[in-house]
């Protein structure tokens, strides 16, 4: 259901489908490396989401949906029991806290090292290696090898471990999942045909490219049902090397066809202005909104003023934050009272323990009375 009946506030609720958040505010998906042995989510994450959970949803962490799928050192998985048991505690807190969670899942593809797969080569849609791109493994950054195509016969299989993740996902707490088709891992690599030379069924037309997107949507979403699907994509992006020759014709076909099959959402990654490989093509949710009558995320450098432009224009529903939500843990209430807000460290993004975790602080009373002072309510 699209939200242009509803008030274009970021901080109004928001209902979709059978879906009600408390804002119009997301927390995006955040890589943060500190999964524990067995790529168990931290005994932390429960603490570092349910802070944010003053977001009207959540997207977690890319999660892998099989130990196939993994690309960098320390990020959790949903294949395992332990892992769904350990995921329940943080949809519980979040939960209790009045927030909904998707999780997203994700199968890195090429952008992997054999460190992580037993020895054995990453795997792509073709032989490309990305150029000038690393991945982090337990001992440090590491080049990323030539992957190897898979076989068309070898895909049923990456379609059924995501079934599988989402299965899992369900058994541990949460509302809905997001199938990761961005920023160049699995579905993008064959998606864009810069990643995708293949001369099967899932290589050449686009048609053929979207089939494994289109085919791993319909497995989660026979899980889930398609209302509780949600899909992200970044038309344009150049993130771990990506390129596609005609990404307006592309992404179009995709998100047409995507607004048939009443998915939970669609979440798009705006390319930044400067960069890619079509500066002058219109990438952002603007050129896609016309195509797409459901609900539109949006990501992609957003601060209040600019999320509330995007709300007004109508060109999305809701407004996911990154970098922000890291460094403010109560960044919905900051905005409600126009506060200042605490600055993200990159050096702590990816790794570590607590520190650039779970210890940025909310505001205090005093900064909170100083800000509401200044900007009454
Ligand atoms: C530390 C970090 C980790 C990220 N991890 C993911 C991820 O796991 N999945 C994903 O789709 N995007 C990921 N992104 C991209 C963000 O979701 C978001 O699209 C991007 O940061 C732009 O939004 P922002 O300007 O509000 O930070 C990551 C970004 C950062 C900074």
Same mark, same amino acid.
Request: charged share 20%; hydrophobic share 40%; aromatic share 10%.
């Given at each position: 259901?699209?939200?242009?009946?509803?008030?274009?506030?970021?901080?109004?609720?928001?209902? #979709?489908? @059978?879906?009600?958040?408390?804002?119009?505010?997301?927390?995006?998906? +955040?890589?943060?490396?500190?999964?524990?042995?067995?790529?168990?989510?931290?005994?932390?994450?429960?603490?570092?989401?349910?802070?944010?959970?003053? $977001?009207?949803?959540?997207?977690?962490?890319?999660?892998?949906?099989?130990?196939?799928?993994?690309?960098? =050192?320390?990020?959790?998985?949903?294949?395992?029991?332990d892992q769904v048991a350990h995921w329940k505690q943080v949809t519980d807190a979040v939960h209790a806290k009045g927030a909904l969670i998707f999780?997203?899942?994700?199968? =890195?593809? /090429?952008?992997?090292?054999?460190?992580?797969?037993?020895?054995? +080569?990453? =795997?792509?849609?073709?032989?490309?290696?990305?150029?000038?791109?690393?991945?982090?493994?337990?001992?440090?950054?590491?080049?990323?090898? !030539?992957?190897?195509?898979?076989?068309?016969?070898?895909?049923?299989?990456?379609?059924?471990?995501? /079934?599988?993740?989402?299965?899992?996902?369900?058994? $541990?707490?949460?509302?809905?999942?997001?199938?990761?088709?961005?920023?160049?891992?699995? +579905?993008?690599?064959?998606?864009?045909?810069?990643?995708?030379?293949? @001369?099967?069924?899932?290589?050449?037309?686009?048609?053929?490219?979207?089939?494994?997107?289109?085919? !791993?949507?319909?497995? !989660?979403?026979e899980v889930w049902g398609s209302e509780r699907v949600g899909v992200r994509l970044s038309p344009g992006g150049s993130f771990n090397d990506m390129?596609?020759?005609?990404?307006?014709?592309?992404?179009?076909?995709?998100?047409?066809?995507?607004?048939?099959?009443?998915?939970?959402?669609?979440?798009?990654?705006?390319?930044?202005? @400067?960069?890619?490989?079509?500066?002058?093509?219109?990438?952002?949710?603007?050129?896609f909104r016309p195509f797409y009558p459901g609900t539109i995320i949006v990501a992609g450098g957003y601060d209040q003023q600019r999320a509330e432009?995007?709300?007004?224009?109508?060109?999305?529903?809701?407004?996911? #934050?990154?970098?922000? #939500?890291?460094?403010?843990?109560?960044?919905?209430?900051?905005?409600?009272?126009?506060?200042?807000?605490?600055?993200?460290?990159?050096?702590? #993004?990816?790794?570590?323990?607590?520190?650039?975790?779970?210890?940025?602080?909310?505001?205090?009373?005093?900064?909170?009375?100083?800000?509401?002072?200044?900007?009454?309510?």
């Amino acid at each position: 259901m699209n939200a242009n009946t509803q008030p274009a506030d970021l901080l109004a609720p928001y209902q #979709f489908g @059978t879906l009600q958040l408390k804002n119009r505010m997301v927390m995006a998906p +955040l890589t943060r490396s500190r999964a524990e042995p067995g790529n168990l989510p931290s005994a932390m994450a429960a603490a570092y989401y349910s802070e944010r959970a003053g $977001a009207g949803l959540i997207i977690t962490e890319a999660t892998q949906a099989s130990p196939d799928g993994q690309g960098y =050192v320390a990020t959790p998985g949903i294949h395992s029991l332990d892992q769904v048991a350990h995921w329940k505690q943080v949809t519980d807190a979040v939960h209790a806290k009045g927030a909904l969670i998707f999780m997203q899942l994700w199968h =890195v593809g /090429r952008i992997s090292h054999p460190d992580f797969r037993d020895g054995q +080569l990453p =795997v792509a849609p073709s032989a490309i290696a990305p150029r000038g791109v690393q991945t982090y493994t337990a001992e440090g950054f590491k080049d990323i090898p !030539v992957p190897r195509a898979l076989a068309t016969n070898e895909l049923p299989r990456v379609v059924a471990d995501f /079934r599988h993740g989402a299965e899992n996902a369900k058994a $541990a707490g949460f509302d809905g999942i997001e199938v990761h088709g961005a920023n160049g891992y699995l +579905l993008d690599q064959f998606l864009e045909d810069g990643t995708n030379q293949r @001369t099967d069924e899932y290589g050449g037309s686009v048609e053929n490219r979207a089939r494994l997107l289109f085919d !791993v949507i319909d497995a !989660v979403s026979e899980v889930w049902g398609s209302e509780r699907v949600g899909v992200r994509l970044s038309p344009g992006g150049s993130f771990n090397d990506m390129c596609d020759c005609h990404p307006q014709a592309t992404f179009g076909y995709v998100v047409r066809r995507m607004a048939t099959l009443n998915l939970a959402y669609l979440h798009l990654i705006e390319p930044a202005i @400067t960069q890619g490989e079509h500066p002058n093509a219109d990438l952002s949710a603007s050129f896609f909104r016309p195509f797409y009558p459901g609900t539109i995320i949006v990501a992609g450098g957003y601060d209040q003023q600019r999320a509330e432009e995007a709300l007004r224009e109508g060109k999305a529903d809701l407004i996911a #934050f990154g970098q922000l #939500f890291i460094a403010n843990p109560d960044l919905p209430e900051r905005f409600r009272r126009g506060a200042a807000l605490n600055k993200p460290n990159p050096q702590t #993004f990816y790794g570590g323990g607590a520190e650039g975790y779970i210890d940025y602080p909310a505001m205090n009373a005093e900064q909170s009375e100083a800000d509401l002072e200044a900007h009454p309510t």
